[in-house]
């Protein structure tokens, strides 16, 4: 009896273990299906919305692609243009490459309105990149305006001699950002533009001519009309000085141990320092010959003896 019992037992749990196999393949099987049908579901759709944008993209890169071509011709045009200008190089640079930027711009946001980006969102784009940009390059943009109207009001020009934050030289190059100065001692010095804008500019080369300014001190005991036409004779002699303006030749002090005697002569801008340099050396070697006295400092010491 206890043998029969086990004998169905067992058939009982075999036919349950069958049972639960065979509904858990079933349910495998009925899970796989349906993922599978929404893989195919969602390529289907990704296919489908592919579809229908493919032609927006088509336009927007045959946007970018003939922009660019247009961008590059008028740039092209725009350069031959401004070469025939008497603007400076650098300005051309500077303009050139302010268009090509616009341009390039312009472009780029048409292709965006091609796939249908709201306008909103594209200035709100823009507008945050620029005040980023201009919140991180704050100097730098300072910098780049200031070059802007360097370029543009033209106070000075490459090859000009110019004073400027305590340097004096001659003006290598004018950038977007910097001025560089050569001084006479071969120093290269740059200055941010933004400073250039806001400085005071002393240019001696705008002018044809430029004046020389000197003084010379004789003593007391010195005819000082006889040392006034010695230094008249000299510039008359000099060729590199102009009659016109006429030279100035003055007496225009009376200091504690001199007179002074102001000359004041124009010359070319190329002659200046062969003009001033010149007139000093002669004027020595005149006063020595002729026995003027350039004086000098002089202290009177007086020494009392106690009684």
Same mark, same amino acid.
């Given at each position: 009896?206890?043998?029969?019992?086990?004998?169905?037992?067992?058939?009982?749990?075999?036919?349950?273990?069958?049972?639960?196999?065979?509904?858990?393949?079933?349910?495998?099987?009925?899970?796989?299906?349906?993922?599978?049908?929404?893989?195919?579901?969602?390529?289907?759709?990704?296919?489908?919305?592919?579809?229908?944008?493919?032609?927006?993209?088509?336009?927007?890169?045959?946007?970018?692609?003939?922009?660019?071509?247009?961008?590059?011709?008028?740039?092209?045009?725009?350069?031959?243009?401004?070469?025939?200008?008497?603007?400076?190089?650098?300005?051309?640079?500077?303009?050139?490459? #302010? =268009?090509?930027?616009?341009?390039?711009? $312009? @472009?780029?946001?048409? !292709?965006?309105?091609?796939?249908? %980006?709201?306008?909103?969102?594209?200035?709100?784009?823009?507008?945050?990149?620029?005040?980023?940009?201009?919140?991180?390059?704050?100097?730098?943009?300072?910098?780049?305006?200031?070059?802007?109207?360097?370029?543009?009001?033209?106070?000075?020009?490459?090859?000009?001699?110019?004073?400027?934050?305590?340097?004096?030289?001659?003006?290598?190059?004018?950038?977007?950002?910097?001025?560089?100065?050569?001084?006479?001692?071969?120093?290269?010095?740059?200055?941010?533009?933004?400073?250039?804008?806001?400085?005071?500019?002393?240019?001696?080369?705008?002018?044809?001519?430029?004046?020389?300014?000197?003084?010379?001190?004789?003593?007391?005991?010195?005819?000082?009309?006889?040392?006034?036409?010695?230094?008249?004779?000299?510039?008359?002699?000099?060729? #590199? =000085?102009?009659?016109?303006?006429?030279? $100035? @030749?003055?007496?225009? !002090?009376?200091?504690?141990?001199? %007179?002074?005697?102001?000359?004041?002569?124009?010359?070319?801008?190329?002659?200046?320092?062969?003009?001033?340099?010149?007139?000093?050396?002669?004027?020595?070697?005149?006063?020595?010959?002729?026995?003027?006295?350039?004086?000098?400092?002089?202290?009177?010491?007086?020494?009392?003896?106690?009684?």
């Amino acid at each position: 009896m206890t043998s029969s019992t086990s004998v169905i037992s067992e058939i009982i749990t075999d036919t349950v273990i069958s049972a639960t196999d065979e509904t858990t393949a079933v349910t495998t099987q009925s899970a796989i299906s349906e993922q599978v049908s929404r893989t195919a579901g969602l390529l289907e759709k990704a296919l489908d919305h592919f579809g229908r944008a493919l032609p927006t993209l088509i336009m927007a890169f045959a946007i970018l692609t003939v922009g660019v071509i247009i961008v590059r011709l008028l740039s092209r045009f725009i350069k031959r243009s401004l070469n025939k200008t008497n603007i400076d190089s650098a300005a051309k640079n500077f303009l050139l490459s #302010l =268009i090509r930027i616009t341009l390039y711009t $312009i @472009v780029i946001i048409m !292709a965006l309105t091609a796939l249908n %980006v709201p306008m909103s969102s594209i200035i709100t784009v823009f507008g945050a990149a620029g005040l980023a940009i201009s919140l991180a390059l704050q100097s730098c943009l300072s910098n780049l305006a200031g070059g802007f109207i360097i370029l543009f009001s033209k106070p000075f020009s490459a090859g000009d001699t110019i004073e400027l934050d305590g340097s004096v030289g001659n003006v290598k190059t004018i950038s977007i950002l910097y001025t560089k100065i050569e001084t006479f001692d071969g120093k290269i010095v740059s200055i941010p533009n933004g400073k250039v804008s806001e400085a005071k500019i002393i240019n001696y080369t705008e002018s044809p001519n430029r004046r020389v300014d000197l003084q010379f001190d004789i003593s007391y005991d010195t005819d000082f009309r006889t040392a006034r036409k010695l230094i008249t004779d000299i510039i008359t002699s000099d060729k #590199l =000085i102009l009659n016109d303006p006429e030279p $100035i @030749v003055r007496m225009s !002090a009376h200091n504690e141990s001199s %007179v002074s005697i102001d000359v004041r002569v124009w010359t070319a801008n190329d002659n200046y320092s062969t003009v001033r340099y010149g007139l000093i050396e002669s004027v020595k070697e005149g006063f020595d010959k002729n026995g003027i006295e350039i004086p000098f400092n002089q202290l009177d010491l007086n020494i009392k003896r106690k009684k």
